[in-house]
């Protein structure tokens, strides 16, 4: 909800970035295809957590942690044996129409979903369903131990409230919760609880005992330039980020 609403307010006051519409793409396809994969984990999860005595903020990260790389391992093995999604049901009519009418001109993954300076708007959005698509697909199991990770600590925010959580031993890792209680869901101050717990939160990456978990691959928006950037040379590398711009080729 946060990031469609954020990606809203970017295309409404920066109508020319097409990015903006190419993220919210993206939103749409993890909404509709990944959320769906990734319930089952977090109801694992949040059951065994419920079925467990008190335990320290330290356990209770580790426990998470446990449970954020069995639902990468499992994904990465579903992902070899079979096909995951159906690419082609995605309805992205109401973006087109958005796009078209703002029609956006630049952006990073703009160009990289881009034959020709003169494609239109729906030609991009119709290509980019492809490229993001098989990104999207070939690291779900990162996107599902992501949202695996956030829930149990949005778990934690409401244990924590509730005392059902020791007190860590590092009091660097407690999150200090306001005296009042906990702040509306999708509100700006729960938003910044969630963002702060997160922080306090051991990162994906050491999680994951994946070692192409790295944070790198998503620098921006195109995966499979970010594998290579180092590699790139000067020329490619401007063609990556100015696209066929005859100003800057």
Same mark, same amino acid.
């Given at each position: 909800?946060? !990031?469609?609403? /954020?990606?809203?307010?970017? !295309?409404?006051?920066?109508?020319?970035?097409?990015?903006?519409?190419?993220?919210?793409?993206?939103?749409?396809?993890? @909404?509709?295809?990944?959320?769906?994969?990734?319930?089952?984990?977090? =109801?694992?999860? $949040?059951?065994?957590?419920?079925?467990? =005595?008190?335990?320290?903020?330290?356990?209770?990260?580790?426990?998470?942690?446990?449970?954020?790389?069995?639902? !990468?391992?499992?994904?990465?093995?579903? *992902?070899?044996?079979?096909?995951?999604?159906?690419?082609?049901?995605?309805?992205?009519?109401?973006?087109?129409? #958005?796009?078209?009418?703002?029609?956006?001109?630049?952006?990073?993954?703009?160009?990289?979903? #881009?034959?020709?300076?003169?494609?239109?708007? #729906?030609?991009?959005?119709?290509?980019?369903?492809?490229?993001?698509?098989?990104?999207?697909? @070939? +690291?779900?199991?990162?996107?599902?131990?992501?949202?695996? #990770?956030?829930?149990?600590?949005?778990?934690?925010? +409401? /244990?924590?409230?509730?005392?059902?959580?020791?007190?860590?031993?590092?009091?660097?890792? $407690?999150?200090?919760?306001?005296?009042?209680?906990?702040?509306?869901?999708?509100?700006?101050?729960?938003?910044?609880?969630?963002?702060?717990?997160?922080?306090?939160?051991?990162?994906?990456? @050491?999680?994951?005992?994946? %070692?192409?978990?790295?944070?790198?691959?998503?620098?921006?928006?195109?995966?499979? =330039?970010?594998?290579?950037?180092?590699?790139?040379?000067?020329?490619?590398?401007?063609?990556?980020?100015?696209? %066929? @711009?005859? *100003?800057?080729?």
């Amino acid at each position: 909800q946060a !990031a469609s609403r /954020h990606l809203s307010f970017a !295309a409404r006051f920066t109508p020319q970035y097409g990015d903006s519409f190419l993220e919210q793409l993206r939103v749409n396809m993890i @909404d509709q295809w990944l959320i769906p994969m990734a319930t089952p984990f977090i =109801n694992g999860m $949040q059951d065994a957590f419920l079925s467990c =005595n008190q335990m320290q903020i330290e356990d209770a990260y580790k426990f998470i942690a446990e449970h954020t790389r069995r639902a !990468a391992d499992i994904m990465k093995t579903q *992902l070899k044996e079979t096909s995951l999604v159906a690419k082609d049901v995605l309805d992205t009519s109401k973006l087109e129409l #958005r796009c078209s009418s703002a029609d956006p001109n630049y952006g990073h993954l703009w160009f990289q979903c #881009r034959s020709s300076p003169i494609d239109t708007a #729906r030609e991009v959005i119709v290509q980019a369903k492809t490229v993001m698509a098989d990104s999207i697909i @070939d +690291y779900s199991y990162l996107y599902i131990a992501a949202m695996v #990770r956030r829930a149990g600590v949005l778990m934690l925010i +409401y /244990h924590q409230a509730e005392k059902n959580t020791a007190p860590a031993t590092n009091q660097s890792a $407690q999150l200090k919760l306001p005296a009042q209680g906990l702040p509306r869901p999708n509100s700006h101050s729960w938003d910044l609880i969630v963002d702060k717990q997160l922080r306090l939160a051991p990162p994906l990456d @050491d999680m994951l005992s994946a %070692s192409d978990a790295g944070s790198i691959l998503f620098t921006t928006g195109c995966v499979r =330039n970010n594998h290579n950037w180092d590699k790139s040379s000067l020329t490619e590398k401007r063609r990556i980020l100015f696209g %066929s @711009d005859s *100003l800057l080729s």
